[in-house]
């Protein structure tokens, strides 16, 4: 998978460019949690997909390691206006984990160890825009940035990314979670600057 950043498509190259609207730069990584981190075993550890009929698909910690994983570089975009470029991670793609589940749900509600909920279009999960992420640069993807695995969809502001990820509901009407449910957009372009409701 791609050395070059999804968010780069279509756009010129210069840095001048590389930062959405609004947005500084950091070389840290910040790291933001609405709660406590929570710690699960892996051996307790498991990620589902629910599907709309009702439909549970799951894969335990060794059934996520043997599925054919990709490293990524992405941009981040945190919608408090810092971006960090070119973070290095490793996961599995959504595309492989939704290949074998049947569904006409456009839409996902993404739940987490902890309770916190994210919403986004299933649109948005497929063709190489998303993954599950268990590897930051090199290493163990640490707790505190979601580890043992986080969900990661760079091209949208970074609270869709799920940390600690549980699993995601397939859903046919559109459910806002936590952050959406407070007043921030639904959707959460940050190239559009989609940062509240109403943007
Ligand atoms: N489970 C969970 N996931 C979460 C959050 C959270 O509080 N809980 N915060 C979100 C927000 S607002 C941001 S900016 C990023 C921060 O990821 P980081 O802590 O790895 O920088 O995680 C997102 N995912
Ligand atoms: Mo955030």
Not at 24 to 44: K, Q
Not at 75 to 86: A, E, F, G, Y
Not at 156 to 182: I, M, N, Q
Request: proline fraction near 8%.
């Amino acid at each position: 998978m791609g050395i070059v950043s999804p968010g780069f498509h279509g756009r010129p190259r210069g840095r001048e460019v590389e930062l959405p609207p609004g947005q500084y730069l950091v070389e840290d990584f910040p790291v933001l949690s609405a709660g406590p981190t929570p710690r699960v075993p892996l051996d307790r550890w498991e990620f589902s997909v629910t599907t709309e009929s009702g439909t549970t698909h799951r894969w335990s910690w060794p059934e996520l390691m043997a599925l054919p994983s990709e490293r990524m570089t992405v941009d981040l975009h945190c919608v408090t206006r810092w971006s960090k470029l070119r973070t290095r991670w490793q996961g599995v793609s959504l595309d492989t984990l939704l290949a074998g589940v049947e569904t006409a749900a456009d839409f996902v509600l993404a739940d987490s160890y902890g309770g916190y909920t994210t919403n986004l279009p299933l649109q948005d999960l497929r063709n190489g825009q998303a993954w599950i992420a268990y590897g930051y640069d090199g290493k163990d993807l640490s707790a505190e940035h979601g580890g043992p695995a986080r969900l990661l969809v760079p091209h949208l502001y970074l609270w869709k990314s799920a940390k600690w990820v549980r699993g995601l509901r397939l859903l046919t009407r559109d459910e806002p979670g936590f952050w959406e449910s407070a007043g921030y957009h639904d959707y959460g372009d940050p190239w559009r600057e989609q940062r509240y409701q109403g943007d």
